[in-house]
Every structure is written in C-alpha cells, then in structure tokens.
C-alpha cells in the first residue's frame, strides 16, 4: 500500500503535522518521560548507548521508557538505564492491523518531551509510531521523507565514512549533553558481571587459558566468513595457542553457530548462553572475539573486548571502527582465504595484547604463523561466504 494512502487511512491515530516548538540546546526538562523506540537491530543499542546514558545522567528526573522486542527487554532491565514500556513482535508492526493500531493509541495516550527512534536506517512504521507519539522533539534517521515524523535529523554528507558506532553521539552537544566518559558504553550489572568471570575462570581447561569467542553469523550486510574458513581458522589457534574456543553469537538461535559447534571441541554447559544478557556477559570476560561484521562484533567494541573483524567486500567503511583501541580489521578475499600469520599481523598493528604481554602470541608467530587457511566450502557441504 502507498505510503501516503496509509498514513490517510491512519489519520485518526498520529498527531497532526504541526508540532510544538522546541529550542536546542534547551529541549530537554525534568519530569515528562523520554519514549526510546527499539528498531530490533541489536548493534543499534550498543551505538546509541552513549546518548542513553548521557539522558539518564544529565536528567534523571526524565525517566527513559522503552519500547523494546522481547529479546532485548533482559538487557535493557538490567541496564538501569531506563524501564521496559511496552514490548512488540516485528508482525506488530504490519500497518492498519489491530495490534500497530494499538500501539499507535498507547504511545498517543503519553505525554512525550521526546521521542528517540533507534536506527540509522529508515522505518517507515516506527516512524509513524512517533509522529503518533507527538513528543516536540522526535531523533531518527535523516532521509528525505523522515518529516514530520522526525524533527531532530542528523545529517551528513554522503561521501562521508564515519563509523555507524560514533553517528549517534553527535546529537549530544545539540542537546545541551556530553558524552560519557565511563567505559564501556552500554551499562552491565557488576554482580552479574562478576559471576560471569567466574564462570569462565572454572570453566577454563587451564587456568592460563586464552578464551576466544568466534562468531559464525552472517554479518549486517548478509556476508560474512564461511562457517568452515572459522573451523580452520579456531584449529591453528588450538595449535598454536594455549586456548579455548567458545563458539557465540548475539542470537543464540542462528543457525551457522549450531554449525560451528559441531565442528570444534564442546563448550561447556555452564558457558552456554540462554539470552542476549548472558551472552554479552560472558563476551566481557573474553581474551578475544574473532568474527565477520556482526552485531557481536560491533558490541565487542562498545565494551572494549579485544577483537578482529573479518570483513568482506560487501561490508563498506562505514562498519569498521577504525582507531579504536583493542579492535583489528582484516579483509577476506572472494575465495575465502585467510592467513593465519595475518591475524597475528593484525593484532599487533592494532595494539592488541592477549594473555598477558603478548608473549604467547610473539611465539605463535616465530613458531610460523603464516600457514594460509584455505576452505574447502564445497567438499564440506558449508555454504560458501555470502
């Protein structure tokens, strides 16, 4: 359906076009809540956690309420950054039907002083949602049609490659805010924090043990490293390093991650992870997170987890957080071939240094770490990178 046909038909449930003035910085005031839209996306709320957390710091008494898919509501709940307002199915958001028009009526019955949508990306229907929530001062993505659903828009010029994780941020000197200085970014619960170390530090073959996570999910383009380059990848690391290998991924659902398991030695049960909260907590106390362009990746360097990135030539530079300290890149060629020397170089060009002072990872290198890891996709059945 046409959007403009929509958005007559759903007249009687958005605000009218004109809105309330609002000055900036100066839009912002204590009391009236602040509605937080979740887009799905999970690597959006590690980019945006520097502007949640400079709300809940600078006005405490404008409560952040979201409104969240249900995988995300343990992580935000623990967060302390805000309360769970409503939660909603992405088939929620399908327009005209009972349960969007629902929504609709709800965040209209608020009285909104803004409305923060968590995406860079357009979307047409939680846009809708907060033009219906009627908040004066309405951030999401810049793109042609984002008015008057949105009134805040950060713009840039289209030339301009500027890692996703930092955009976000750039509203807060608008807002009369500054950001964080804290680390890392997003807020994890300490005692939960503190169980997850021990955890791993049980759970640890021996005690001087490196853990690094792999993550076999495609990556925010739909490509990403083969499942069996991964394998071969996580084996001249058994062999060349006192390790674990911990196969993990955001979604504890994705399929590629049942693939990896069954190709390297088992995880131990208390090390498997039932949701996005445990798995970010156990991804904290890891030496290392090798993997493509993934929502993991991406909250590896919000936490300040060391981590390489294996890129495609589909992930364009707007993915890659360069100079950011403890994170490595790396591009995979079409073949889907990758040296393990590489790795090495890598990690040492990006500062990175894993147990201890880097003296395990200086002998893996003099041992010969340029063997090449070359896939053979086909003979194993494993699809090849996307």
């Known amino acids: 359906m046409a959007p403009g046909l929509v958005e007559i038909l759903l007249r009687p449930w958005l605000r009218p076009r004109g809105t309330e003035p609002f000055r900036l910085p100066g839009a912002l005031v204590p009391g009236r809540p602040v509605l937080v839209v979740d887009s799905g996306d999970t690597a959006e709320l590690a980019f945006h956690a520097p502007v949640l957390r400079a709300l809940r710091d600078g006005y405490p008494e404008a409560p952040l309420a979201f409104l969240l898919q249900p995988r995300h509501v343990s992580l935000v709940a623990a967060s302390g950054l805000g309360q769970a307002w409503r939660t909603y199915e992405p088939k929620s958001l399908r327009p005209l039907t009972p349960r969007f028009l629902r929504l609709l009526r709800a965040a209209r019955a608020q009285r909104w002083q803004t409305a923060l949508l968590l995406s860079q990306t357009p979307n047409r229907e939680l846009e809708l949602l907060l033009r219906s929530a009627g908040a004066p001062l309405r951030l999401g993505p810049s793109h042609p049609d984002a008015w008057p659903a949105v009134t805040l828009e950060i713009r840039r010029p289209s030339v301009d490659a500027t890692y996703l994780g930092d955009r976000p941020a750039a509203v807060l000197p608008l807002l009369g805010l500054t950001r964080p200085i804290a680390a890392p970014a997003w807020p994890l619960p300490e005692d939960r924090v503190r169980q997850a170390r021990q955890l791993v530090r049980f759970n640890k073959a021996k005690p001087d043990n490196l853990l690094v996570a792999c993550d076999p999910a495609l990556g925010k383009v739909g490509a990403g490293p083969s ?153 194993r059945g494993v699809p090849e990178a996307q």
């Open 227 to 379: 499942v069996a380059l991964l394998r071969g990848l996580a084996e001249q690391l058994l062999g060349r390093l006192s390790c674990q290998i911990l196969p993990l991924s955001a979604d504890a659902a994705e399929p590629r991650l049942g693939e990896l398991c069954a190709l390297l030695p088992a995880i131990p049960p208390a090390l498997r992870c039932a949701d996005l909260l445990e798995t970010l907590l156990i991804l904290s106390q890891c030496d290392l997170l090798v993997s493509g362009n993934t929502d993991l990746f991406h909250w590896a360097v919000a936490l300040g987890v060391p981590a390489v990135g294996l890129f495609t030539p589909a992930d364009s530079e707007e993915w890659e957080p360069k100079g950011r300290p403890r994170t490595g890149l790396a591009r995979i060629g079409a073949q889907d071939r990758f040296e393990f020397g590489a790795l090495l170089s890598v990690l040492r060009a990006a500062g990175v240094q894993i147990g201890g002072p880097g003296a395990r990872l200086a002998a893996a290198a003099a041992a010969g770490g340029a063997d090449s890891i070359v896939t053979a996709d086909r003979a």
